[in-house]
């Protein structure tokens, strides 16, 4: 699905780490093999956007491409895989550099989503 700036996106369900609840989030994705590649990002603010602790809390989620869900299991990128996936984030929306930049030494916090 592409949002209308022409960007792929894709709608992120997860379960609240304090409600039980589900939990949507659309974002920006990049592929990486059969793998999603997210980010967050948070537009630069100082704190983790809530879905990302969602994830480390149960790394068990759903992605929703147009009218397909798909189950996957979100794993936090580290070491040379976070830049390497980093990499491929960067080259979808650049600004990322920026977020980077404003969130003051917060790590964007990079994950890959496998098909469960």
């Known amino acids: ?6 960007l792929p996106s894709l709608l992120l369900t997860t379960t609240g780490r304090r409600s039980g609840e589900p939990r949507t989030q659309p974002l920006l994705y990049a592929t ?3 793998g999603y590649v997210v980010i967050g990002s948070n537009w630069g603010q100082q704190h983790h956007p809530a879905w990302t602790a969602n994830l480390l809390a ?3 989620a759903a992605v ?3 009218d397909e869900v798909i189950p996957v299991r979100a794993t936090l990128a580290t070491g040379a895989e976070r830049e390497r996936l980093w990499a491929l984030l960067v080259d979808l929306w650049p600004a990322y550099e920026t977020y980077r930049e404003r969130a003051g030494g917060r790590e964007l916090r990079v994950f890959r989503l496998d098909p469960a």
């Open 1 to 6: 699905m592409l949002d209308r700036s022409g």
């Open 32 to 34: 990486d093999g059969d």
């Open 58 to 60: 149960d790394p068990s």
């Open 64 to 66: 929703t491409i147009g």
